[in-house]
């Protein structure tokens, strides 16, 4: 199997967690993307994360579509390292299909890990 272009990182038992395991997307089923589920705290809030270049902070995941040409820039620009590229939205219910594909063609762009985090639920 290829190595995944994509870590969505939700908080374990979250809205989105509970989303990808009832109706898996079919980037994550064909391995495109992987979803790490991570400890949250008493709020449901996702952990920090131990390492990682936050690239690009979005409130929900509809600005995944509408910044899509900054996203794609960001992503492009950052340039060579070992450290992933984050990609943080601050809270959310659901991703869909639409969403995934923008940050994948964006991952395309560059060699380094590409890291989605959704915090919260929204």
Known sequence: MAEPRLI??????????????????SSVST?????????????GVLEPPAAGQIVLSLPGPEGLEREADTLRRVI????????????EIDAAEALSE???????????????????????DA
Not at 8 to 25: I, K, M, S, T, Y
Not at 78 to 87: D, H, K, N, W
Not at 98 to 120: G, Y
């Open 98 to 120: 639409p969403q995934l594909a923008v940050i994948l063609d964006a991952a395309d762009r560059t060699s380094r890990a590409v890291i989605l985090r959704i915090i919260r």
């Open 31 to 43: 391995g495109d993307v992987v979803v790490d589920r991570g400890p949250a705290d008493d709020r």
């Open 8 to 25: 969505v990182q939700v908080p374990n038992g979250g809205a989105v967690d509970r989303q990808l395991n009832a109706e898996p997307l």
């Open 76 to 87: 492009g620009k950052a340039g060579t390292g070992v450290e992933p590229l984050v990609v």
